[in-house]
Every structure is written in C-alpha cells, then in structure tokens.
C-alpha cells in the first residue's frame, strides 16, 4: 500500500522551542519534498531531496533545515521556532522527477 | 515573484456545467504541468498532467489545455457535480533539467452547486 506518513498530526509549540517533522514513505521514491501551505499562498516549496544527503533549498528555506540519512525517511526542523512558521506542513514523494507527488495528510503546526 | 499563478480564488458553477479553471506561469523552461484537487483537512492529489511536447489532454470529464506561447494552461471539467467542489491547484515543473522541483499555484476553489 504505497503511503507517505507524517508525523504528529497536530503540534502546538512556543516560539523559540525548537520542532521536528518527521516523514516516511514505503515506495522506495528517491525525490521527498516539504511544503508549506497557507491561506492565499497556496503550496509553497520549503526544500527539496532527491535522495540521501542530497538536499536543495526550495523557494522558502529561511528558518527550516532537513535531514535525510534513509532513502525512506525525511525530516523537517525549526530551530528556535516563529509565530510566522504558524502553518500546514505537507511532505511529499515522488519516483523521480517531478511527476505524480504523493503527499501525506499534512502537519498543522502552531507556534505561540 | 510568483512563478505559477491561478487569478481566480474561487469559482462557482451549477451542477451539469463547466468548470474552467486557470493557471499562468512565467518559466519557460517548464515541461510539466499538472492540476492537483484538495478537500479540506485532506492532502493534495493528482487529477490528471501533461507534458510540453502536447497541447491538450483528455481523461474523463477532465481536460487539460496547454498555451505554451501564452505560458497558460486550464483544466476544463464537464458536467461538473457537487463532489467536485474542492480547492484546485496548478502546478508547473521543470522536469528535462533534471531539477524535480513542482511549484504550485495559490489555488482555485470551486463549488458546484445544485
């Protein structure tokens, strides 16, 4: 059953604490992505990894770093948090270029 | 500046219509172009794409036009019902570059109403 899995659904921290977004995904896809989305804005592309250690920055990475150390596994991080990074994260995968992402259900973050 | 845009936030359309939705881009390099439907709480998925090398595309009640001199593209849906209401977004990618990166769009959302 192919699935991108993200976790927490729901997050509420203060600001200046430090957050971690975490995502998987089963397909073996070399290509994950972060996006955050909001009102108006619609998606927006935080960064990009085309595969282990292989990170880019998208059009938004001020404030966000990544981690991917497994093929499977993609991680979003706010060090010291913003009222600003108040937003819907969605992670995404896909099997190569950008063709058909497949997106997980989203985190809603929210930062007091 | 916005790279992929949708003019339109919303969109109203009586049950049996069609729905035309619209999406300017401003990257001419761009290969790709694909329309992604979102429901509320839910994540964005794949309604249907298409490459540069065609000008149109049809699945269904669904159809995609390609204008690459205008750097526009639309999604056309007939006989549009109410599950179609939902938040509707563009998205163009540069796939030949090898670069992966999918920019999207603001979003269209269209109701249907009956």
């Known amino acids: 059953d192919m699935k991108v899995t993200q976790m927490p659904r729901y997050l509420i921290k203060r600001m200046g604490e430090n957050v971690l977004l975490e995502c998987g995904q089963d397909m073996s896809h070399e290509t994950m992505y972060w996006y955050r989305q909001d009102p108006g804005l619609g998606l927006q592309l935080i960064y990009i990894?085309?595969?282990?250690?292989?990170?880019s920055e998208g059009d938004i990475p001020k404030g966000y770093r990544v981690s991917r150390k497994k093929r499977e596994h993609f991680s979003l991080i706010l060090d010291s948090a913003k009222t600003n990074q108040t937003s819907v994260y969605f992670c995404a995968s896909s099997p190569g270029g950008a063709e058909t992402l497949y997106f997980g259900s989203g985190t809603r973050l929210t930062v007091l | 500046g916005q790279q992929v845009k949708q003019s339109s936030p919303s969109l109203t359309v009586q049950e049996g219509g069609i729905s035309i939705l619209n999406c300017d881009y401003e990257n001419d390099m761009f290969d790709y172009f694909a329309w992604y439907k979102k429901y509320p709480d839910n994540s964005p998925t794949l309604l249907i794409s298409?490459?540069?090398?065609?000008d149109k595309r049809e699945d269904g009640r669904l159809t995609v036009f390609l204008n690459k001199s205008g750097k526009h593209f639309s999604l056309h849906i007939t006989a549009s019902q109410p599950e179609d209401t939902a938040v509707y977004l563009c998205?163009?990618?540069?796939?030949?570059?090898?670069?992966?990166?999918?920019?999207f769009g603001e979003g269209t959302k269209l109701t249907v109403s009956s």
């Open positions: 998205a163009a990618g540069e796939n030949q570059g090898g670069s992966a990166k999918l920019i």
């Open positions: 298409v490459r540069s090398n065609v």
């Open positions: 990894s085309y595969d282990v250690d292989s990170n």
